[in-house]
Every structure is written in C-alpha cells, then in structure tokens.
C-alpha cells in the first residue's frame, strides 16, 4: 500500500507543477535589440539624389516581448505596436492614413510594408550590416523591385563611416 500512495503524491506534485507552470508568464528573453537608439543618415555611403530624399534619421526601440515604437523624427512621425505583421496607425503632426506594419527574419533584419488608405504602398527589407554600426534599407513601391533603391544609415558617432 505504501508504494501506491506514493506513487500517488508523486503523480500529484508533478500535476500540480505543471498546472502551476501553465499559468506563469513566459519569462522574457532580457536582450537589448541590436535595433535601439539613434541612426542617422550616412552621408559618405549614400548618393547626392538619396541623401536629398531620404529622412535624415530614425529611432528604433525594440522590447524582447515584441513591442515596437519606430521614429522618424524629422518628419514628427512615431509608430508604436508590435513586430508581427500587423498594420500599425503612423502617427504625425497632421492626421495620416498611413499604417506601417513590421515584422523580423531574426535579429538583424526587419521588413516592412506600408499602405495609404488601406492599399498597399511600399514595402523594404532593413539590413543590419558592419557589425550592427549600419543597417541598408532596401525598399520600392510594391510588386515593383525594378524601381528598389538603397539608403544606409549609421549611428551617429560613425557619421563619416
């Protein structure tokens, strides 16, 4: 009888330890994203043509639980949300109908599509590059890589990198 009831508590402890662990919370992962921070526009990797039409620069906060908050500040423009494809309001000083949406392929690229009016606009694929001290943003209207184009952005203590 003994080994019975004790192979009852023991069916019992391990139930109750996964119920338990059931209910938790996932424990974050507390990895600062390659991501965050200041990026300014590289002004000796890029054309004369791109550095005129190009925003001068963006600030990127990523959370290991998945939340986003993109800027551009220059144009005033903020974007808060989640790295999961899912189409996010751009916030500027006017009212926009512009949604950005964002999701990863790992930690070092983030792609993006961005529609007006609910319609599809552009899209672009961000590439961490020189150890995390570049990233190359390839993007072009949708369905239309012919018309892709290139701009690189440093941190700003490597502003003549």
């Known amino acids: 009888m003994v080994p019975r009831v004790g192979i009852c508590a023991a069916f019992l402890a391990a139930t109750a330890s996964i119920a338990m662990a059931q209910n938790l919370p996932p424990v974050p992962v507390l990895t600062e994203s390659p991501w965050n921070g200041d990026w300014v526009l590289s002004q000796t990797r890029n054309t004369a043509e791109i550095k005129a039409a190009a925003a001068q620069g963006y600030r990127f906060l990523l959370q290991p639980d998945g939340r986003i908050r993109w800027e551009i500040p220059s144009l005033h423009e903020v974007v808060e949300g989640r790295v999961d494809g899912q189409p996010m309001a751009i916030r500027r000083l006017q009212p926009t109908t512009l949604t950005l949406a964002v999701s990863a392929e790992g930690p070092r690229v983030l792609l993006y599509h961005v529609t007006r009016n609910g319609r599809p606009e552009g899209e ?31 941190r700003p203590d490597a502003v003549n990198r």
């Open 124 to 154: 672009g694929r961000m590439t961490l590059v020189d150890q995390g001290r570049a990233w190359v943003d390839i993007s072009q209207p949708v369905g239309r890589p012919d018309l892709a184009g290139a701009v690189i952005y440093v």
